[in-house]
T-cell receptor
Framework: RKEVEQDPGPFNVPEGATVAFNCTYS??????FFWYRQDCRKEPKLLMS???SGNEDGRFTAQLNRASQYISLLIRDSKLSDSATYLC????????????FGSGTQLTVLP | NAGVTQTPKFQVLKTGQSMTLQCAQD?????MYWYRQDPGMGLRLIYY???????DKGEVPNGYNVSRLNKREFSLRLESAAPSQTSVYFC?????????FGDGTRLSIL
């Protein structure tokens, strides 16, 4: 079983749609959670951190459910520029600053 | 502001050849990392360096060595390249979070 699991997609949605990605993690000692974005053939970049109370950044909303070991990302009013692969990332307590990456969910926003 | 710079960007090697991937950061970060990314696998940590003078193994260290030359530079060496090491290699650096990535080295081993 992978430590961080994501639906690989691809998700193909029309512009303006709302799309949600889910992620589960296996290690209950997980401490910090993030969503990174990776464009095709580019490096990963931090999209947003995920806080226990849930957090929003413009059109993006992240939720964390520690009891179910589940993280989600909601994108509202999708733009063409949102097309990318979204990586769920976890930092485990005691692992210093090491990150464990999910394999990513591919999103294509269609005109 | 260059951030994290990796060289080379592309490389083709024959099985058994050796090479060193270079990484340098200009953000005064203490921690540096080497990852590989394969289709369907996500990024996997090869080695990391929490501070100058220290290095530790990550998830997939076999076949690789690293050197933290100074605070800025962290190199990854393949002593005897194997086809299984064909991958995209990313270097990253951080103070805490987030990690900042270089734009990758695409390495093919024939």
């Amino acid at each position: 079983r992978k430590e961080v699991e994501q639906d690989p997609g691809p998700f193909n949605v029309p512009e303006g749609a709302t799309v949600a990605f889910n992620c589960t993690y296996s290690n209950s000692a997980s401490q910090s959670f993030f969503w990174y974005r990776q464009d095709c053939r580019k490096e990963p970049k931090l999209l947003m951190s995920v806080y226990s109370s849930g957090n929003e950044d413009g059109r993006f909303t992240a939720q964390l459910n520690r009891a179910s070991q589940y993280i989600s990302l909601l994108i509202r009013d999708s733009k063409l520029s949102d097309s990318a692969t979204y990586l769920c990332v976890v930092n485990y307590a005691g692992s210093a600053r090491q990150l464990t990456f999910g394999s990513g969910t591919q999103l294509t926003v269609l005109p | 502001n260059a951030g994290v710079t990796q060289t080379p960007k592309f490389q083709v090697l024959k099985t058994g050849q050796s090479m060193t991937l270079q990484c340098a950061q200009d953000m005064n970060h203490n921690s540096m990392y080497w990852y590989r990314q394969d289709p369907g696998m996500g990024l996997r940590l090869i080695y990391y360096s929490a501070s100058e003078g220290t290095t530790d193994k990550g998830e997939v260290p076999n076949g690789y060595n690293v050197s933290r030359l100074n605070k800025r530079e962290f190199s990854l060496r393949l002593e005897s390249a194997a086809p299984s090491q064909t991958s995209v290699y990313f270097c990253a650096s951080s103070v805490d979070q987030p990690q900042h990535f270089g734009d990758g080295t695409r390495l093919s081993i024939l």
